[in-house]
């Protein structure tokens, strides 16, 4: 038989309780081995990511890993990418630890010091139960699929995210499902009626100027490279075709009347040239003669939606960094 003891008294207590229980050894005498009264103190372990970009150079790894281990940390897993012939190396870290050993300052302070060791482009650290989540804005025209595919995956805790507001260029009726579900959940919806004079962007910057990045969910506005300036951080778009392929609108129908085999979806960063920047991922579905232009359409809004909820969590997920400007590495 063993005990769980807190504290001097309470143990003190037993062992009078057991002197009067048979447990007594002549005389009244009681004795309770050492080994049965014990503390238990276990905490569950903190889960932290480390990306890193920067030149290559022998003992990055070594490096990191002793940074990590030093604290009482380890190492879960480590992906590393250095390309050929260039000067260049990328990493992602996934690791545990104890927040009482490696309080969030200290650990701040020891990975700014390994990015000045070795001139880091990017250095990133992220802890997911401790850090705030990111805020975003969704932008949406009329399709509601990867709006509403957002919101049920937000609802459903399988994307580490905050939805600060939803921002449209159309009306939505109170009574649609979309509507119902913003103010249950009270996420604010604003629609900015635009026109090809004024796209309301001084608006918009305000609406968004506390996120931490944007996402368009089939939002059919270009944004200006003005806008993309003032606003100065990341912005996910989805695109219902499978880039470089079926650029512009309605790539579905180009699809369909190039008579493809595959069709795609592609999630990339928005530049200021229309569907051309830095792609996060792509997801494809073979169709054949015997589809349609409705069965196209469906299939591709479907790839969409598993598109876009995917380039969002791997970006939250810091498993994206950008790769000589036009590419990505993805983790």
């Given at each position: 038989?063993?005990?769980i003891?807190r504290?001097?008294r ?9 002197s ?9 005498e009681?004795?309770i ?8 103190t276990?905490r569950s ?5 480390h990306?890193?970009h920067?030149?290559?150079?022998v ?7 002793e940074?990590i281990?030093?604290?009482?940390g380890?190492i879960?897993?480590v992906?590393?990418?250095?390309p ?5 190396f990328?990493?992602?870290?996934e690791?545990?630890?104890d ?5 969030r ?17 990017k250095?990133?650290?992220?802890v ?5 989540k ?8 009329k399709?509601d699929h ?6 049920h995956a ?5 994307l580490p995210?905050e939805?600060t507001c ?5 009306e939505r009726?109170?009574?649609?499902h ?7 959940h009270?996420?604010?919806?604003h629609?900015l009626?635009t026109?090809k004079?004024?796209?309301r962007e ?6 968004v100027?506390n996120?931490d990045?944007?996402?368009?969910a089939?939002y059919m506005q ?9 606003y100065g951080k990341?912005?996910i778009?989805i695109?219902?075709?499978?880039l ?5 609108g309605n790539?579905?129908?180009q699809?369909?009347d190039?008579g493809v085999k595959?069709?795609g ?5 928005v ?12 997801m494809?579905?073979?169709?054949s003669?015997?589809d349609?232009l409705?069965s196209f359409?469906?299939k ?7 598109c876009?909820?995917k380039a969002i ?8 960094l ?6 990505t590495?993805?983790f």
């Amino acid at each position: 038989m063993s005990f769980i003891i807190r504290g001097r008294r309470r143990a003190f207590e037993l062992l009078k309780s057991n002197s009067c229980s048979g447990f007594g050894r002549g005389g009244g005498e009681s004795f309770i081995s050492r080994s049965s009264i014990t503390t238990t103190t276990t905490r569950s372990p903190t889960h932290g990511i480390h990306v890193f970009h920067c030149p290559d150079d022998v003992g990055i790894v070594a490096k990191l890993s002793e940074c990590i281990a030093s604290r009482g940390g380890n190492i879960q897993s480590v992906d590393v990418y250095v390309p050929q012939k260039k000067h260049v190396f990328y990493a992602r870290s996934e690791f545990v630890f104890d927040p009482l050993r490696w309080p969030r300052p200290e650990m701040d302070e020891d990975f700014r010091k390994l990015s000045e060791l070795f001139g880091a482009v990017k250095s990133v650290l992220r802890v997911p139960d401790l850090d705030p989540k990111y805020k975003i804005a969704v932008f949406a025209s009329k399709q509601d699929h990867c709006l509403v595919d957002l919101l049920h995956a937000w609802q459903d805790g399988r994307l580490p995210v905050e939805i600060t507001c939803v921002i449209s260029n159309h009306e939505r009726g109170p009574n649609t499902h979309v509507s119902r579900f913003l103010q249950r959940h009270g996420i604010p919806y604003h629609v900015l009626h635009t026109t090809k004079g004024n796209k309301r962007e001084g608006e918009i910057l305000k609406l968004v100027e506390n996120t931490d990045f944007l996402v368009l969910a089939r939002y059919m506005q270009i944004l200006s490279g003005k806008f993309l300036e003032s606003y100065g951080k990341d912005i996910i778009n989805i695109h219902h075709g499978l880039l470089p392929s079926f650029k512009g609108g309605n790539p579905s129908k180009q699809a369909f009347d190039a008579g493809v085999k595959l069709i795609g979806a592609t999630s990339h960063f928005v530049t200021e040239e229309l569907d051309s920047g830095a792609i996060i991922e792509q997801m494809v579905e073979r169709v054949s003669h015997r589809d349609n232009l409705l069965s196209f359409v469906q299939k591709s809004e479907n790839l969409e939606k598993q598109c876009l909820s995917k380039a969002i969590k791997s970006y939250c997920e810091l498993r994206v960094l950008p790769y000589e400007g036009t590419k990505t590495v993805v983790f």
